[in-house]
């Protein structure tokens, strides 16, 4: 590998960043914006769990991982709430945007946050304020000719919805949520040319793996209702879309964590099918193909799912394909029938060590190749443009007395993993775009901290939300900005 001077990225190859609202935005309670599930989120750790906080209709207050019934969420004041503010991007964003387009951005991958254009969620009337700033956003973008990528729903529940309707538990969730992509379908339709319905979809199910003492089968028969609930969402969605705008291009986006066997042992090769077309496939072939799959019936039985599905649902499904198919993509684990000691046991890894990788701080492998095998494995399931829409290594950045931050490692993990992408693009696989995680530092999904940062750029906030907010760019701010110049050419 090296001479990259012949890279196939092609000529409009979307090279850009992501973010999520909810963990860049803050201003959590400004102009009119309602409460999201993250607000009542505590930070963590890597050995640590986030929890919501709550409180009973008795007046007692507490924690867990998930709202006990009959609860509330609540803002507690001896709790750190690190989404409250994120990075404050609602007051830096062209700040933010122009440092983005310095680095030469052809895309930037956002999401709306629901709770800012629907307070509770389930309202007709959209609050204005929060369309205006989605607007404004927007504007910047195409001030530098950047092309917005929008997530609709990523991670950001309205909290009314949880406490008054049991969020996806309830099917009423689907008429809201295609309300909620109408009105910004509308709003947006002559700015935005890409969407995305879901973030990481398929974690539903595939987190129920991670859930300590083991998922029971209520666990299983709810993620499964859950997800049904949210394609048919999808596919509406998808469906109001290009009825707004034919230029759509709307796109499924999933959790792609790549599995091997660990042994050659004909059990764990079937095991690891299994775990494929649970945790990957299921997903991608509703919302690619607009039904169930055959293995579906296997999956449901092993836990004595019983769904409530409609003859109106499957044929919303079969009408409601999307366009692109989008995945994250991090890291590989391993699949085993046998017991062994090598486990990984960090946040959202888990399973047994592969001795041919190495491991970052939070037990993420690192395994740029895998990123080639799941491109090619998916192209030819799907035959759909792709994207990479999330890639990265969180690490801890040190700024020196100078001021300059040196990230050789991030460099080094991004660019392995854009030569996996020109040799899945020489192998004949149509990959669109690639937006790094966390372009500009922000707080981490999982464990709620900022020293876990993934940016091009430092913004100067700690775990405990100190810190003067100021943008630093780091050492791969100029790397990025050079591998776009050239189109991938140059690493």
């Not at 959590?28 to 963590?44: E, F, H, K, N, P």
């Not at 959209?126 to 530098?144: C, I, M, R, S, T």
């Not at 496939?281 to 092993?302: H, I, M, N």
């Not at 366009?323 to 699949?335: A, P």
Request: glycine content about 8%; charged content about 20%; overall charge negative.
């Amino acid at each position: 590998m090296e001479d990259f001077k012949h890279m196939t990225f092609p000529k409009n190859f979307l090279w850009g960043g992501a973010t999520a609202a909810n963990q860049i935005e803050g201003a959590y309670d400004v102009d009119g914006r309602g409460l999201s599930v993250m607000d009542i989120t505590t930070a963590g750790s890597l050995h640590q769990r986030r929890q919501v906080t709550y409180r009973m209709p008795d007046g007692t207050t507490g924690k867990a991982d998930s709202l006990p019934q009959g609860a509330e969420g609540a803002i507690l004041p001896d709790e750190y709430y690190p989404n409250h503010v994120g990075i404050d991007f609602y007051h830096h964003y062209k700040e933010d945007i122009a440092l983005f387009a310095q680095m030469g951005f052809k895309t930037f991958r956002m999401s709306i946050s629901w709770s800012r254009i629907f307070p509770h969620g389930d309202e007709q009337e959209p609050n204005q304020a929060g369309l205006a700033f989605y607007h404004d956003v927007f504007n910047e973008l195409h001030k530098y000719n950047i092309e917005p990528l929008v997530t609709i729903s990523h991670y950001e529940l309205p909290l009314y919805l949880e406490e008054h309707y049991d969020g996806w538990n309830n099917r009423k969730l689907i008429d809201f949520y295609a309300h909620f992509a109408q009105t910004v379908f509308e709003a947006y339709k002559d700015q935005v040319k890409y969407w995305l319905t879901f973030n990481e979809i398929n974690t539903t199910i595939m987190f129920l793996d991670m859930k300590q003492g083991g998922a029971t089968d209520a666990d299983y028969q709810a993620a499964y209702q859950q997800l049904h609930y949210q394609y048919v969402a999808s596919a509406k969605a998808v469906q109001i879309g290009h009825a707004i705008n034919p230029d759509f291009q709307i796109g499924c986006m999933i959790c792609g964590i790549v599995s091997y066997p660990l042994t050659p042992d004909p059990k764990d090769i079937l095991q690891n099918r299994y775990n494929w077309e649970q945790n990957i496939f299921y997903s991608g072939d509703v919302q690619c193909f607009g039904e169930y799959p055959t293995y579906a019936k296997r999956l449901w039985d092993a836990h004595h799912v019983h769904l409530d599905i409609t003859d109106e649902d499957l044929a919303e499904l079969k009408k409601g394909t999307v366009d692109l198919y989008t995945f994250s993509y991090y890291m590989s684990s391993t699949v085993t029938t046998h017991t062994t000691d090598e486990k990984v046991g960090g946040n959202f890894s888990m399973g047994a060590k592969n001795p041919y990788l190495h491991y970052s701080e939070w037990q993420w492998a690192d395994d740029p190749m895998g990123l080639q095998y799941y491109l090619e494995i998916i192209y030819d399931r799907y035959h759909l443009p792709i994207m990479v829409v999330e890639n990265g290594l969180g690490a801890k950045d040190t700024v020196k007395a100078d001021g300059t931050i040196h990230d050789p490692y991030r460099i080094n993990y991004l660019k392995e993993h854009i030569q996996a992408m020109d040799q899945a693009i020489k192998d004949g696989v149509n990959l669109i775009g690639y937006t790094s995680w966390g372009c500009i530092d922000l707080v981490s999904a999982g464990t709620g901290q900022m020293s876990k940062r993934y940016g091009f750029i430092y913004v100067d906030r700690d775990d405990q939300g100190n810190g003067t907010l100021k943008r630093t760019p780091k050492d791969s701010f100029y790397w990025y900005q050079k591998v776009i110049q050239s189109n991938g050419a140059d690493l």
